[in-house]
């Protein structure tokens, strides 16, 4: 088993490689919380004194506990963000007494705050363990004094679902339709070719603004916005296909046979032309994300505080003139690798199919 999986990697390394950064992305997605040192919902914490700061940046953090918990479960936090977490406060230098710190502020020296209401049973050490912390940035703080790199790691939750979630609506309108018309022909497949070209006309990105403005801004509205303007290669493709399938022998024993269509479809049809279903689901997943990250950028995509790389690079595109440019780079390449590793899986998915013949 592991020496055919070297092989593999030995010899379809690009391949490899890319469904490698995809599993990568699709692991951190999952479990960002765990790793991001902001766990806060949408790592939306603000902290204004230290906004755009460099990459490495280093800050003392103090919480306050948040009186307000409703009991959200560990499960929760770690999979959706702390919808209640404490506050926090940036400061300079702290000492701490007995159940209580005396701190300053971040850039305020001559203010020192007394804080005396942690738990009474805990210790100084206990303390400064559970509340005090130094925090590095990363990739530094954007506009708002938020982590860039929490925001980074929930964006790619963003983009993988939005590439999901839009290729299964698109894959189960344009099977569907492809299938239908391919495979009933006349005056079936004469409207679905006359369907397919007239939403082959309207340009994407402009029919992904006009349901997005009809359904109206928000997440899922985004999704299935892009969901619905992408069956329309699926169907073209998978039409052609079930045409040059239908009339050959299994197809026409099946008939024989007495299997209803809907058998026939998916027991036969189906199996036979994953192929090309499969190619193209890789290069409309790339596409989903570009299109998502353009609509963000536009301010019509996923709305704050929801992180999107497409809404970063909007936030941000101005300080690439101000020598802070990694503010809109991280995201643009982010952008970049994910939908590369799709476009070139897509492009090299035919090869490794005829070889695996």
Request: include cysteine; glycine fraction near 8%; hydrophobic fraction near 45%.
């Amino acid at each position: 088993m592991f020496s055919k999986t070297k092989s593999f990697i030995k010899n379809n390394f690009g391949v490899s490689f890319c469904l490698a950064f995809i599993f990568f992305c699709f692991l951190v997605s999952i479990f960002a919380y765990f790793i991001i040192p902001d766990d806060s919902q949408y790592s939306n914490q603000m902290h204004l004194p230290i906004h755009s700061k460099p990459p490495g940046f280093k800050a003392i953090i103090l919480e306050i506990p948040n009186v307000n918990d409703d009991n959200q479960s560990f499960l929760s936090k770690k999979l959706f963000g702390d919808k209640n977490p404490n506050k926090e406060i940036l400061v300079n230098n702290y000492e701490l007494y007995d159940n209580g710190i005396a701190y300053v502020n971040f850039n305020k020296e001559n203010r020192i705050i007394k804080y005396s209401s942690f738990d009474k049973s805990l210790s100084k050490d206990e303390i400064e363990k559970k509340y005090i912390s130094q925090r590095k940035f990363i990739f530094g703080t954007d506009s708002f004094g938020r982590d860039v790199f929490g925001r980074i790691m929930l964006g790619t939750r963003v983009s993988l679902s939005i590439g999901f979630i839009a290729v299964l609506i698109s894959l189960i309108i344009g099977l569907s339709i492809g299938m239908i018309g391919g495979y009933y022909g006349g005056i079936v497949d004469k409207v679905v070719v006359s369907l397919i070209n007239i939403f082959w006309s309207i340009p994407t990105l402009l029919l992904v603004i006009a349901i997005s403005i009809a359904l109206g801004k928000g997440f899922w509205q985004v999704y299935v916005a892009v969901g619905l303007t992408m069956w329309v290669e699926v169907a073209r493709v998978v039409r052609g296909q079930v045409i040059s399938e239908k009339n050959k022998d299994y197809i026409v024993a099946t008939k024989v046979l007495g299997y209803s269509d809907l058998r026939t479809f998916i027991k036969h049809i189906i199996p036979n032309i994953i192929g090309p279903i499969l190619i193209i689901c890789a290069a409309n997943f790339a596409s989903a994300i570009l299109i998502e990250s353009g609509l963000s950028f536009l301010g019509i995509g996923t709305q704050p505080p929801v992180p999107s790389w497409g809404s970063m690079i909007k936030d941000n595109y101005q300080f690439i003139i101000l020598d802070k440019g990694y503010l809109a780079f991280i995201p643009g390449i982010s952008i970049m690798l994910l939908v590369t590793s799709f476009m070139f899986l897509g492009n090299n998915l035919p090869d490794l199919i005829n070889k695996n013949k």
